[in-house]
């Protein structure tokens, strides 16, 4: 099963995707905190007011995390374009509710920035609390995935060895469009990909991922106690715009797509920040 979390006619709801059409569920106004995965199993259905999807604002999947943990330097071709080493541990860097949007919504493009990047990424979704989860439990405490395009102002994050300055912009990083249940998509070479401007610019799978999704589970809730919904984000592909000859930025008008087999496709534009 897929849910959203969504606004309709002013009002936020988690619904579950049936179609082209969102059956909301009782007493639910979000996925994360007072959903976890107890209470979405549990959640009553309201069918008498379903609403079709195109008539929706969707909601970034999880409107308000606790936490987001991203990942970096996760896929070889990634480290091999970046021309760093192999990490023995997962480099991470927060991001805050701040950046996160939802599908159809504007990627604000800042005007100190002229360095926006583009990275396709697999979000975890936390379900079930816990500290210090042993890798094999770690499965146990999903509530789903969906797609991330954890977008990066390289001009910004290079300005010191920490990557935080260039990666936590407000209204900037993409999430959704649906949480997929983990039983209803197998993950082990699932196809993820970039597209701008008719190019595809990035293309793995997740078989390729260094540091997979139990080890991610396991080391980040060794340092801190994970929450339902919480999002890990797994790390992109090689391909990024910085790296490329020629460098390729995100411009004001770009449609920009992520995707992933069996998880969903985000599609956003980029719009410059009004003053």
């Given at each position: 099963?897929?849910?959203?979390?969504?606004?309709?006619?002013?009002?936020?709801?988690?619904?579950?995707?049936?179609?082209?059409?969102?059956?909301?569920?009782?007493?639910?106004?979000?996925?994360?905190?007072?959903?976890?995965?107890?209470?979405?199993?549990?959640?009553?259905?309201?069918?008498?007011?379903?609403?079709?999807?195109?008539?929706?604002?969707?909601?970034?999947?999880?409107?308000?995390?606790?936490?987001?943990?991203?990942?970096?330097?996760?896929?070889?071709?990634?480290?091999?374009?970046?021309?760093?080493?192999?990490?023995?541990?997962?480099?991470?860097?927060?991001?805050?509710?701040?950046?996160?949007?939802?599908?159809?919504?504007?990627?604000?493009?800042?005007?100190?920035?002229?360095?926006m990047d583009y990275e396709v990424e697999l979000a975890v979704i936390i379900g079930r609390a816990g500290r210090r989860i042993a890798r094999e439990d770690a499965h146990d405490h999903v509530l789903g995935y969906a797609v991330a395009n954890d977008i990066t102002m390289r001009d910004y994050q290079y300005k010191t060895h920490q990557w935080m300055q260039g990666k936590a912009w407000d209204n900037s990083t993409p999430v959704g469009p649906y949480l997929v249940r983990p039983d209803e998509v197998d993950l082990s070479n699932a196809g993820i990909r970039t597209i701008l401007r008719g190019e595809t610019l990035q293309s793995s799978d997740l078989s390729k991922l260094i540091f997979d999704i139990p080890t991610l589970i396991a080391t980040v809730s060794e340092f801190t106690r994970v929450l339902p919904g919480d999002i890990i984000l797994t790390g992109t592909p090689g391909g990024v715009g910085y790296r490329r000859d020629p460098q390729l930025f995100l411009t004001d008008g770009d449609e920009i797509t992520v995707e992933i087999d069996g998880v969903g496709k985000l599609v956003n534009r980029v719009r410059k920040e009004k003053l």
């Open positions: 099963m897929a849910y959203a979390s969504y606004e309709y006619d002013g009002v936020r709801n988690v619904g579950r995707v049936e179609g082209d059409t969102l059956i909301p569920l009782a007493g639910l106004t979000e996925l994360g905190r007072e959903a976890d995965i107890e209470t979405l199993t549990a959640a009553t259905e309201l069918p008498e007011h379903a609403v079709p999807v195109a008539q929706v604002r969707l909601l970034p999947v999880v409107p308000a995390p606790d936490k987001v943990v991203c990942i970096g330097l996760n896929y070889h071709s990634h480290i091999g374009e970046t021309k760093r080493e192999l990490p023995t541990y997962p480099v991470m860097f927060p991001k805050y509710a701040s950046s996160l949007i939802g599908p159809r919504e504007d990627i604000i493009l800042p005007p100190e920035s002229s360095q």
